[in-house]
């Protein structure tokens, strides 16, 4: 497809993303004595906090509590990393780093789509670099080994809870990549040239009123014919067959968790309001239990544990010196 189908949400009225200023190594939490920067929570909180910016363009109450939500839980999975990670150094155990690169690789390709320059970018912007982030993949690789080393002396996982969780997740596990999807979409933009006088809360009025008449069973072909202002407004907003890869990871994954026949929207981007209806998506390939037999096994292994877990974990957090800052 052309490439006026790709939309770009990510930075769109983010904290880090506007004038505020940024805090050069401040301090979220110290665990033992070590340091978890608040650069190092932004950076995992980027793709979740450019979803939830594209999802509630009005931000307000429900965008802040489930920001509040993302950024504690990140927070207390880099705090439950960091006791692990001394647990694992009186090992004197090590990580290959060929398996960091192939993590780091993973993470680009399914949360940045493979966009480098991207990638780049937000670590730049979160004030972190190359190196420090593969030390940050490099730790959490090593809590995981941690937990499977732990309770290696769990029952194996038997083959119907195997195929049961394979059944469960696989379309999770597919190349996303080679999902192809095709949608109507209505653009509205923050500011419109046929509309000078119009700011962009009225803007966001008018794509809020255009989900609300569809929803009610207007013809949604009509209405981008009537409002929509991009390239495709013409053809009632149709965009067939369009690789997941053209379409920025936030856009996508909302249009892919939409479901097929759904009104999703409006979503905000750096130019506008966009309210899209789901036609198709196909997914991409996903892969033979015999190819994700050990990651399935391991999943399986993880929730039959996940009690023990929390049990080992919870003790070791009250041996840590945690503190915790604002």
Not at 13 to 22: D, K, N, R, V
Not at 25 to 53: D, E, F, H, S, Y
């Amino acid at each position: 497809m052309a490439a006026a189908a790709v939309l770009s949400i990510a930075a769109v009225g983010l904290p880090h993303a506007g004038a505020q200023p940024i805090e050069i190594n401040g301090i979220a939490a110290k665990v033992n004595g070590k340091v978890i920067t608040r650069n190092q929570v932004a950076i995992m909180l980027v793709p979740i906090r450019a979803q939830l910016a594209a999802q509630y363009p009005r931000r307000g109450a429900q965008f802040e509590a489930e920001l509040v939500k993302a950024r504690d839980g990140v927070l207390q999975e880099l705090i439950d990393r960091r006791i692990i990670l001394d647990e694992f150094k009186q090992l004197g155990a090590e990580m290959r780093s060929s398996s960091v690169e192939e993590e780091v690789k993973r993470q680009i390709r399914e949360l940045y789509n493979g966009d480098q320059a991207k990638f780049q970018e937000e670590l730049k912007r979160n004030r972190l670099t190359m190196e420090g982030f593969r030390e940050m993949t490099k730790e959490k690789l090593v809590v995981q080994a941690m937990r499977s080393q732990q309770f290696s002396d769990a029952p194996p996982p038997l083959p119907d809870e195997v195929r049961r969780e394979y059944d469960e997740v696989k379309h999770s596990l597919r190349d996303t990549s080679g999902d192809v999807l095709t949608f109507r979409k209505i653009f509205i933009p923050a500011m419109d040239p046929q509309q000078p006088a119009n700011p962009p809360e009225v803007q966001l009025a008018l794509a809020e009123d255009i989900v609300r008449r569809a929803s009610a069973g207007e013809d949604f072909a009509a209405l981008a014919k009537e409002h929509s202002r991009d390239a495709f407004a013409a053809d009632g907003g149709l965009q067939e067959n369009v690789p997941r890869a053209d379409l920025s990871p936030e856009f996508a994954a909302l249009v892919v968790d939409g479901g097929e026949g759904r009104l999703v929207g409006p979503l905000r981007d750096r130019e506008g309001f966009t309210v899209v209806q789901v036609i198709r998506i196909e997914h991409g390939p996903v892969p033979s239990l015999e190819q994700v037999r050990e990651a399935i096994e391991q999943r399986v292994s993880r929730r039959k544990t996940s009690a023990q877990y929390e049990r080992w974990m919870e003790s070791r957090r009250k041996r840590a010196m945690i503190d915790i800052r604002d």
